[in-house]
């Protein structure tokens, strides 16, 4: 019975875990446009009718979500393993423990900010709209609408 339960307290957490995987793993358009377009960040459209998004500000948020995504990867594999007997000692155990999480950090950093810098090597435009429906920037009016309401008036 004493096993049982461990291995069912590791199926809940494993199974928990895989959950918010399966949430937060597909692409999530509208969520960036949202953490891009903050409410005191204002867009306007350039000449055509895109809004340029830049590639340090979407570096940053999918920095955090890749780490997100390795950060459930993490976890499943731990579970995972976790069911594999230990014949260490406890002090050593704790070491290794220790050693490895630190190194499976900084590897998650490393690489998530590769796949940024490569991904996100330029600024990317998306249709005005886009912006507007998804985001929650303010809105402001291109020069060429500010002319045409100025030469309407005339």
């Known amino acids: 019975m004493e096993n ?3 291995l069912l307290s590791i199926a809940f ?16 358009k509208n969520e960036i446009l949202q953490q891009y377009f903050n409410s005191s960040e204002s867009i306007c459209r350039d000449d055509g009718e895109e809004v340029v998004l830049h590639k ?3 570096r940053k ?30 002090c ?14 900084l590897l ?9 810098r490569i991904k996100y090597s330029k600024d ?5 709209n886009e912006a ?5 920037a303010i809105q402001e009016m291109s020069q060429k609408e500010i002319d045409e309401i100025m030469n309407s008036l005339q």
């Open 92 to 105: 050593s155990a704790i070491l290794i423990i220790m050693s490895m999480s630190v190194l499976l950090i």
């Open 108 to 116: 998650a950093h490393f690489v998530s900010i590769l796949i940024c």
């Open 61 to 90: 948020i999918f920095k955090e979500i890749y780490l997100t995504r390795f950060s459930f990867i993490y976890i499943v594999l731990g579970y995972a393993l976790s069911v594999l007997d230990i014949s260490t000692s406890k």
């Open 132 to 136: 507007v429906e998804k985001g929650n």
């Open 13 to 28: 957490q494993l199974s928990g875990a895989i959950l918010l995987m399966v949430k937060f793993w597909g692409k999530r």
């Open 124 to 128: 990317l435009k998306i249709p005005y």
């Open 4 to 6: 049982f339960l461990a």
């Open 56 to 58: 340090e500000k979407l």
